[in-house]
């Protein structure tokens, strides 16, 4: 499933990185600790996490997930967003919390 | 002479711009074609080691020599040095302050994963000299 489509479907808000919004979304990964999530993060896997400065963008860069959420309506930097917009990372906002936004991941890649 | 010879000054003090070096890096082994689980081990083991001079000795010099089987990467800085390096290179131990901590980092990870995903690592490093990490990923080779 593409990841604006699953965005769509779970009611979450594109902030930047329209462009990488055709991108599969293949599993999930749940972390703020950037250097956990670095090692561990698996290419297209739906990001969860509250963190949103710009070395959460470098490492959704470098593991190549498909895109970052930021779950409870974490805030997300003004620099990071430019970062991500420039790289093509979606970053999307969501109300829910975590375990309730990986449920419905979990719902969508079923 | 390796085949691709990369220089890169990592500044101290902006977590902005570190990333900068491994990203460029990644860039140019996917155009060389290099193997994916390489191009990601190198990545993830030289962002670490960029954070690391941010976070401890105020930036550095990232050297990088490319060749189609093997890159390997030098990291030099003139911070404080590490006091105990064997200690240093055990998970969960960190010196990094409180507001790295707030940033994702300082979980006392960096050295420990530039360890695991590097084929070859060695730390050379004198209290108030500065630290010297060299490490070599061989593409093929672990996962």
Redesign the interface.
Known sequence: MQIKEMAERCGWKLLCGKAGEEREAEGCYIG?????V??RAGENNVWLTV?G????I??A???EVSAIVLTESASLDE?AKNRAETQGIPVYSCEENTYDTAVKVYEMLK | MSMLHLTYQVPGDD??R??EA??DV?HKLKKLGYDPDAI?RV??AM??GE?NMVIHAGGGEAIVDIDPDRVEIRLEDQGPGIADVEQAMQAGWSTAPDNVRT???G?G??LP?MK??TDEMTVDSQVGVGTTVFMKVFPGKKE
Request: proline share 0%; hydrophobic share 50%; net charge neutral.
């Open positions: 703020d600790l950037l250097s956990w670095m090692s963190m400065n710009i070395n959460a470098a490492v860069a470098l593991t620099e | 977590f902005t570190a990333g491994s990203s990644k990601r990545a993830i962002y670490e954070i940033l994702g980092f979980a990870m960096g994963n695991k995903y």
